[in-house]
């Protein structure tokens, strides 16, 4: 038997395993592999020790996406935004290929970066402020508000402080997923609310893991607005091993049932409580929920899409212990199996009383919360 060396090719990179075969970038003395069963059959010595070399084949993307954040610095006004434009699409790319899974060191550059260039973008500033005054001057007579941009994520949002009867409380405010990463007001107002995403948020909220969450309405467009949760403390600033890897576990397995992602460290945490709170997610596209292998998924694999201290947690947690874990959760979650979609029905009738047309794969509520009950169910029998 054959023993070689398989490394990535650049500094700071993580193991090789963690590029999809599809995506490998395979070379052998100089000379590209295809990706196969058996690449190296062709080759008729191979001596002890030798290497291939391994590395994610869109690292040009990569090459092309810094390029372009560094040229915005370079112009205004069109040019700008359309390098920005770009340049987003490519971080789409690299985020669903897990090019920063493998290349951890470079996730501080693209979160500082992929920032910038969608502020560049965002437009919906002033929406999100009348939409907030309109829905706090409401629920809050007498209160004043503060705003500041939000900061973090690439969905464009904004940092509300409402002052009333001399307490202060902080919301944060931000776009429907589909609505993107670049959108104007405009945009917003083309993309109705996305059903799943609204129920998801809902969900959350009454089984205790997520915030406290609004849906505003201002002149066409729908926004989500959630309560800042006491206490939240992210996931790799958790001091306490037995709780992080609870809120670990836990975040991914519900990850599972729900279809959510990006739950990146500032979007999981701890609450005051001491458990699981997710603060922040987006709905998968798609509309199949239903995860066919979710016992073996849990228990065995490690699907998180984030390349953060919860990838590296859960893959050090052996499948007894997440059961265990995952009993307990689950018969705290145990509404799952038994919700409707009454819990956004005032949200919906009030959307519809404005004219707002949901498209057939946001408005198939129904058949999401079909999908997240049988997850739910298979998990359940499997954890007893």
């Known amino acids: 038997m054959v023993w070689m060396l398989i490394r990535l090719v650049g500094d700071n990179i993580a193991r090789p395993a963690s ?29 002890f020790g030798e290497e291939i070399h391994v590395k994610h084949s869109f690292l040009d993307h990569w090459q092309t996406y810094l390029e372009h954040f560094e040229e915005t610095k370079n112009y205004k006004n069109k040019e700008r935004t359309t390098l920005a434009q770009t340049a987003i699409e490519i971080s789409k790319l690299l985020h669903e290929s897990k090019f920063f899974v493998a290349y951890t060191s470079f996730t501080t550059t693209w979160a500082e970066s992929i920032e910038q260039m969608t502020r560049l973008l965002d437009r919906t500033s002033v929406a999100f402020k009348e939409s907030a005054k309109k829905f ?15 900061t973090g994520g690439t969905r464009s949002g904004i940092v ?6 001399g307490k202060d409380t902080t919301y944060f405010m931000k776009t429907f997923h589909q609505a993107g990463t670049s959108c104007s007001y405009s945009s917003m107002k083309r993309h109705p609310p996305d059903l799943r995403e609204m129920f998801a948020y809902r969900l959350l909220q009454i089984i205790g893991v997520g915030p406290v969450v609004f849906f505003p309405y201002y002149e066409g467009s729908t926004t989500i607005l959630t309560e800042k949760v006491k ?13 992080q890897k609870k809120v670990v576990v836990e975040s991914y397995l519900l990850s599972l049932i729900l ?25 998968t596209n798609g509309v199949n929920f239903v995860e066919r292998k979710i016992v073996n998924n849990f228990l065995n694999k ?7 201290i919860s990838h590296e947690t859960l893959a050090n947690i052996g499948h007894e212990e997440r059961r265990k874990i995952a009993k307990d959760a689950l018969a705290k979650w145990s509404q799952i199996s038994t919700i409707t979609s009454d819990i956004i029905s005032d949200e919906k009738r009030e959307l519809r009383k404005h004219g707002i047309v949901f498209g057939n794969a946001t408005d198939d509520v129904e058949s999401y919360i079909e999908d997240i009950k049988l997850n739910y169910n298979s998990i359940f029998l499997a954890s007893r």
């Open 19 to 47: 590029i999809p075969p599809k995506f490998q970038h395979l070379q052998f003395r100089n000379e590209d592999l295809p990706i196969v069963k058996n690449p190296l059959s062709k080759f008729e010595e191979i001596e």
């Open 136 to 150: 706090f001057n409401k629920k809050f007579p007498n209160s004043t508000l503060n705003f500041k941009e939000k």
């Open 160 to 165: 509300v402080t409402v002052t009333c009867d």
């Open 231 to 243: 206490e939240f403390t992210e996931v790799d600033k958790i001091e306490d091993v037995a709780l």
């Open 259 to 283: 279809g959510i992602r990006d739950l990146n460290i500032g979007n999981i945490g701890s609450n005051q409580q001491k458990d699981l709170a997710i603060v922040d997610f987006c709905v």
């Open 302 to 308: 490690n699907n998180f899409d984030v390349p953060d």
